[in-house]
Protein backbone atom coordinates (compact mmCIF):
# COMPACT_ATOMS: atom_id res chain seq x y z
CA UNK A 1 0.00 0.00 0.00
CA UNK A 2 2.62 2.22 0.63
CA UNK A 3 4.69 1.93 -2.34
CA UNK A 4 1.45 2.81 -4.04
CA UNK A 5 0.76 6.12 -2.68
CA UNK A 6 4.65 7.15 -3.04
CA UNK A 7 4.26 5.94 -6.73
CA UNK A 8 0.73 7.59 -7.23
CA UNK A 9 2.18 11.26 -5.30
CA UNK A 10 5.59 11.04 -7.47
CA UNK A 11 3.31 10.53 -10.69
CA UNK A 12 1.09 13.34 -9.67
CA UNK A 13 4.11 15.70 -9.10
CA UNK A 14 5.44 14.88 -12.52
CA UNK A 15 2.23 15.58 -14.26
CA UNK A 16 1.97 18.78 -12.21
CA UNK A 17 5.03 20.11 -13.01
CA UNK A 18 4.89 19.02 -16.82
CA UNK A 19 1.79 21.15 -17.06
CA UNK A 20 3.51 24.07 -15.03
CA UNK A 21 6.04 23.67 -17.76
CA UNK A 22 3.31 23.83 -20.56
CA UNK A 23 1.36 26.67 -19.20
CA UNK A 24 4.60 28.51 -19.36
CA UNK A 25 5.67 27.62 -22.90
CA UNK A 26 2.00 28.38 -23.67
CA UNK A 27 2.06 32.07 -22.27
CA UNK A 28 5.05 32.49 -25.05
CA UNK A 29 2.89 31.26 -27.68
CA UNK A 30 -0.55 32.98 -29.50
CA UNK A 31 -3.41 30.55 -29.13
CA UNK A 32 -6.79 31.62 -30.46
CA UNK A 33 -10.04 30.11 -29.19
CA UNK A 34 -10.22 28.46 -33.11
CA UNK A 35 -6.65 26.95 -32.45
CA UNK A 36 -6.95 23.00 -32.53
CA UNK A 37 -4.59 23.24 -29.13
CA UNK A 38 -6.93 25.24 -27.56
CA UNK A 39 -8.81 22.85 -25.81
CA UNK A 40 -5.32 21.33 -24.56
CA UNK A 41 -4.30 24.59 -23.26
CA UNK A 42 -7.76 25.11 -21.36
CA UNK A 43 -7.25 22.20 -19.45
CA UNK A 44 -4.11 23.28 -18.48
CA UNK A 45 -4.72 25.97 -17.35
CA UNK A 46 -7.41 24.83 -15.48
CA UNK A 47 -5.25 22.19 -13.88
CA UNK A 48 -2.16 24.98 -12.76
CA UNK A 49 -4.45 28.01 -11.88
CA UNK A 50 -5.75 26.90 -8.93
CA UNK A 51 -1.83 26.53 -7.78
CA UNK A 52 -1.07 29.52 -9.37
CA UNK A 53 -3.52 31.80 -7.92
CA UNK A 54 -2.25 31.92 -4.92
CA UNK A 55 1.14 32.33 -5.19
CA UNK A 56 0.55 35.03 -7.26
CA UNK A 57 -1.18 37.00 -4.80
CA UNK A 58 1.42 36.24 -2.00
CA UNK A 59 3.82 37.34 -4.20
CA UNK A 60 1.86 40.86 -5.00
CA UNK A 61 1.61 41.52 -1.71
CA UNK A 62 5.70 40.80 -1.07
CA UNK A 63 6.74 42.12 -4.36
CA UNK A 64 4.51 44.79 -6.03
CA UNK A 65 6.51 46.28 -8.48
CA UNK A 66 7.38 43.52 -10.56
CA UNK A 67 5.22 44.72 -13.56
CA UNK A 68 4.46 42.05 -15.75
CA UNK A 69 6.77 38.94 -14.81
CA UNK A 70 5.20 36.42 -12.91
CA UNK A 71 6.95 33.87 -10.42
CA UNK A 72 4.55 32.21 -9.60
CA UNK A 73 5.03 29.20 -11.34
CA UNK A 74 8.53 28.97 -10.85
CA UNK A 75 7.21 29.13 -7.08
CA UNK A 76 4.97 26.39 -7.35
CA UNK A 77 7.99 24.37 -9.31
CA UNK A 78 9.75 24.78 -6.14
CA UNK A 79 7.26 24.09 -3.78
CA UNK A 80 6.10 20.65 -5.50
CA UNK A 81 9.84 20.36 -5.57
CA UNK A 82 10.08 20.67 -1.96
CA UNK A 83 7.07 18.57 -1.01
CA UNK A 84 7.78 15.85 -3.23
CA UNK A 85 11.19 15.39 -1.09
CA UNK A 86 9.36 15.93 2.16
CA UNK A 87 6.87 13.32 1.09
CA UNK A 88 9.66 11.19 0.44
CA UNK A 89 11.58 11.33 3.27
CA UNK A 90 8.26 10.87 5.77
CA UNK A 91 6.73 8.10 3.75
CA UNK A 92 9.30 6.42 1.64
Known amino acids: ?3 YLVTFVNYL ?3 L ?3 LFARVISSWIPISPNSPLFP ?3 IIY ?3 EPILAPIRQIIR ?3 PGMGMLDF ?5 IFLLWGIQG ?3 RVVG
Open 17 to 19: NIA
Open 46 to 48: QIT
Open 61 to 63: QVL
Open 40 to 42: IFS
Open 86 to 88: LFF
Open 72 to 76: SPMVA
Open 1 to 3: MEA
Open 13 to 15: IIA
